[in-house]
């Protein structure tokens, strides 16, 4: 994924932190539809530029919390509505909707968390004119899923992870992969090449001892 802005039809929606900002600019992709339960459904891809740490040291300074879990749910949260821009025709990307990602904790690697049971914000999810958004570099979380997520909280209760470089699935032999991207055919999230080289392909635990390595 190329970290730009893209294409016509542009909206701005900053999601800032106490420990970083991801100031998101979606450029939308042409939709198209997919099949699915003998219905069609159009899909467009959002391309964020994600303002994000860079590198794993980074990446965990700032960080207020490195946890594994399993995401236990996911509901749709409240659409970013978008204000009318020069320059963009009305109606482009009227709303980008948002999901709230239920997470069990099952530990935490370091910082801490509000408790066992957290909620992490997502950007994409199904627009209310049946229009289905994916936001390129962060795909869809599934319910059962383990995965160990660098997090900061939002101020409203919910954790915001940082981008693509901050959301890893774990596998069956506690092995850390960047999730499959649906905007890119199922190919594997691009990651900023430094935090690929540090975490792609390591297990959870020679993964955590780096972490708390990092934090001292």
């Known amino acids: 994924m190329n970290h730009r802005a893209l294409g016509a039809g542009i909206a701005v929606a900053c999601l800032t932190t106490s420990a970083a900002t991801a100031a998101l600019a979606f450029g939308t992709a042409p939709s198209h539809p997919r099949s699915g339960d003998g219905a069609q459904t159009r899909t467009v891809t959002v391309h ?116 693509p470089a901050g959301r890893f699935e774990i596998d069956t032999r506690r092995t850390l992969r960047p999730p499959p991207d649906p905007a890119h055919g199922g190919d594997p999230v691009d990651l900023p090449p430094a935090v690929a080289q540090r975490v792609d392909g390591r297990g959870t635990d020679d993964l955590g001892v780096t972490v708390k390595e990092l934090t001292r």
Do not use: N
């Not at 970013?80 to 020069?86: D, E, G, S």
């Not at 690697?109 to 289905?132: C, E, L, P």
């Open 48 to 163: 964020p530029v994600w303002v994000t740490p860079t590198d794993l040291p980074q990446m965990v300074r700032e960080s207020t919390a490195v946890v594994e879990g399993t995401v236990t749910s996911v509901e749709a949260g409240a659409p970013i509505v978008q204000p009318p821009r020069p320059g963009v025709p009305l109606g482009a990307v009227p709303e980008i909707p948002t999901q709230r990602i239920g997470v069990r904790v099952d530990r935490v690697v370091s910082g801490a968390v509000s408790g066992s049971d957290i909620v992490v914000f997502q950007t994409g999810g199904q627009r209310s004119d049946g229009v289905r958004v994916l936001a390129e570099g962060d795909p869809p979380f599934a319910v059962g899923a383990k995965q160990m997520l660098f997090l900061a909280p939002r101020g409203d209760g919910t954790y915001l992870h940082f981008g």
